[in-house]
């Protein structure tokens, strides 16, 4: 805060600090304008004029001080220099456009009215206005996000009516289409038990939802593909896990076989369940403390509709209609939710990112911040520019660098994002590495999806990564109330590297069900990179399944298991175990098998639908060579119609009446 008045010029925002004087509305243009009078630090007296948006004038005292950041210079309308052009709209001359003129026609009223000739500052919505408070109390350490893009000031204005004219109206009778878009929320709830006897139970990290599948199609919209993961279709149920096992180690798996006939192809099936249980009790189990940095994409996409597609019809941008709910919306009151949960002897930072990186928050205790003035500023957080999540990321591992994740200390990234990187590191892989990278050092990441049009792909692949996780949200209130109720267990992994090899001839794994991880088996191997701690209701485990699909290369074939895996604390664990496939006809050693198989088939026939269609949809007929200026990148999505052809719809129907 070392500016000064001398420092202000037109269209460049400055931070300084300033002594109140005095307040003044006006009408203008038919809204209010609020005229302060400061004195900034040398003595030199000005004015500063608020915009109707501006939040930052609360209760201004006279004779205190204050830090403004941000305040955006400007300069009284300057008419001297003549434009030969008309205004399209009412005929009448134009200027040129000023950094004024950025601000609206009503600070430019304000100004005038006034008999403002010399420089001032302008308080809008991007700047802001804290107390400077000499109490030792809590800390409000918020430091807002400047934005480092020029201020953009019309092209023309119109001396009559107060029109913006762009250059290129000039040659078009057109009226532009101006539009004040609002954001609204209106959210509904969810109803999920948490019921929990005896142990916590266990489930596979990645996907812990299929909400963005589903609500793709409950808005007339075809998912992508990987929105529906195996894993985040079994988290919706609760699953028997088999009868238990005596062991001394944290994790209990068990283990359980199935046969049967595939529905729609006939064809026999053979699987293998590992029931996903511990031997921690609930009353045992304590989350540890957290080092947490939340991630907040703050890019134009996040602007847009909740429930529409941001780069839609051939790449152009749709910003959320007045009264609709926009992601950045749902985002910000999730992410305050989110730090309810929080114990004072946590440490909290945020990161807002668009084209950069702007650490909003240093990594602090909860116990010495001021919490319920971070929560207001987080409200106040607003969209624009591109998306470079690499920037972002990278930000919050720098705050997190110093530490040591540990068994009572976990750090970890919360990041709320649509998914849609389009600068810096963008490639799906590249992006993994740099979050597998983290993980390595025990850096571990939590991924937030916002809106229908959120990159399932990008999120399935870079969340199968160590420690990983991610939940895709429907609405901020339903999001607040399952934070409510598992929490602890989000940001608290317990067991890493789970493998399961088959230590025989005979058997070789074909495919992996309800693990992010699924792509790394082999014909021997199954690997899981973690599993996080999960509620039980009448003794199942919520998701506590991970199911392997066999194949038998051999008529005298035995199945033989060498289990191994590390947990929280360290320890690495290795057992051997023997299991009995049924010989004759369908069989399940029980009811939480048959569950698995029946939802690993359903998954599995979705994902051939939707793939299909987005098939369809990419291969079109015919040639669009329109060229736009912005054609969507890698990771940004258009929505496809909601089509289910005959041949999906007809093996749906059998799938349903012949499943077991």
């Not at 037109?10 to 005095?22: K, N, S, Y």
Request: proline share 4%.
């Amino acid at each position: 805060m070392d500016g000064i008045f001398a420092d202000v010029r037109p269209g460049a925002r400055l931070d300084l600090t300033v002594e109140f004087i005095t307040k003044r509305p006006l009408a203008c243009d038919g809204a209010t304008v609020c005229r302060l009078l400061v004195t900034d630090q040398a003595g030199d007296q000005f004015s500063i004029l608020a915009t109707p948006d501006s939040d930052s004038l609360w209760d201004l005292e006279t004779g205190e001080t204050y830090e403004i950041t941000g305040l955006l210079g400007a300069a009284p309308v300057d008419t001297s220099q003549a434009i030969a052009h008309e205004c399209p709209h009412c005929g009448d001359q134009l200027r040129a456009g000023q950094a004024i003129d950025a601000a609206g026609s009503a600070v430019v009223d304000a100004a005038e009215k006034l008999g403002i000739d010399r420089r001032f500052g302008i308080l809008d919505e991007t700047a802001s206005v804290k107390t400077v408070d000499e109490d030792t109390g809590a800390v409000d350490d918020w430091l807002p996000m400047q934005d480092d893009q020029p201020v953009e000031t019309p092209d023309f204005v119109c001396t009559s009516c107060g029109r913006h004219v762009a250059q290129h109206m000039l040659a078009r009778d057109e009226e532009p289409v101006l539009e004040n878009m609002e954001a609204d929320a209106s959210m509904g709830t969810m109803n999920d038990s948490m019921a929990s006897p005896e142990t916590v139970g266990l489930a596979a990290g990645g996907a812990k939802d299929v909400t963005n599948f589903r609500e793709n199609v409950a808005n007339g919209y075809t998912p992508e593909p990987e929105a529906i993961s195996d894993e985040g279709l079994f988290y919706d149920y609760y699953f028997e896990t088999g009868e238990r096992t005596a062991t001394d180690s944290l994790f209990a798996p068990r283990y359980a076989a199935a046969v049967s006939d595939h529905p729609l192809s006939g064809e026999t099936e053979q699987y293998l369940s590992v029931g996903l249980d511990s031997t921690l009790s609930v009353e045992e189990f304590e989350r540890p403390r957290l080092d947490l940095v939340a991630v907040l994409d703050v890019s134009g996409s996040m602007s847009s509709a909740f429930d529409q597609y941001y780069y839609d019809e051939q790449g152009r941008r749709r910003e959320a209609e007045s009264g609709s709910e926009t992601k950045l919306a749902a985002a910000t009151q999730s992410l305050c939710a989110l730090t309810e949960q929080l114990h004072a002897e946590d440490r909290l930072g945020v990161v807002l990112y668009n084209h950069r990186a702007h650490v909003a928050k240093p990594l602090r205790d909860v116990g010495a911040t001021d919490m319920p003035a971070i929560r207001q500023h987080i409200r106040d957080i607003a969209a624009g520019g591109s998306t470079n999540m690499e920037d972002g990321f990278e930000a919050a591992v720098d705050m997190l660098a110093d530490g040591t994740t540990s068994h009572d200390l976990e750090r970890r990234v919360i990041f709320m994002t649509d998914m849609m990187p389009n600068t810096g590191e963008t490639g799906a892989n590249e992006l993994t590495e740099l979050f597998a990278d983290a993980a390595a050092d025990g850096i571990h990441t939590t991924f937030i999806g916002m809106g229908l049009d959120a990159n399932a792909e990008l999120a399935d692949t870079v969340s199968g990564i160590r420690g990983a996780n991610h939940y895709f949200i429907h609405s901020a209130d339903e999001f607040e109330q399952r934070l409510g109720e598992e929490f602890d267990y989000m940001v608290t992994p317990l067991v890493f590297n789970l493998d399961l090899e088959l230590d025989a001839t005979g058997y070789e794994v074909e495919a992996v069900h309800g693990s992010p991880s699924a792509d790394d088996a082999s014909e021997q191997l199954m690997h899981v990179g973690t599993l996080f701690p999960s509620a039980k209701q009448d003794g199942q485990a919520r998701g506590g399944v991970v199911l392997v699909r066999l194949t038998q290369t051999a008529a005298d074939a035995t199945l033989e298991l060498q289990a191994s895996w590390t947990e929280r604390d360290g320890a690495e664990q290795t057992e051997r175990v023997a299991v009995s496939m049924p010989e004759d006809g369908a069989a399940f050693a029980h009811d939480g098998v048959r569950k698995a198989v029946a939802l690993a088939r359903y998954a599995r026939e979705l994902r051939a639908w939707a793939r299909d269609v987005h098939d369809r949809a990419d291969n079109a007929t015919g040639v669009d060579d329109w060229l736009l200026p912005d054609q969507r990148g890698e990771h940004e999505r258009e929505s496809v119609p909601l089509v289910v052809p005959d041949e999906h719809t007809e093996r749906f129907g059998r799938l349903r009446l012949n499943s077991t």
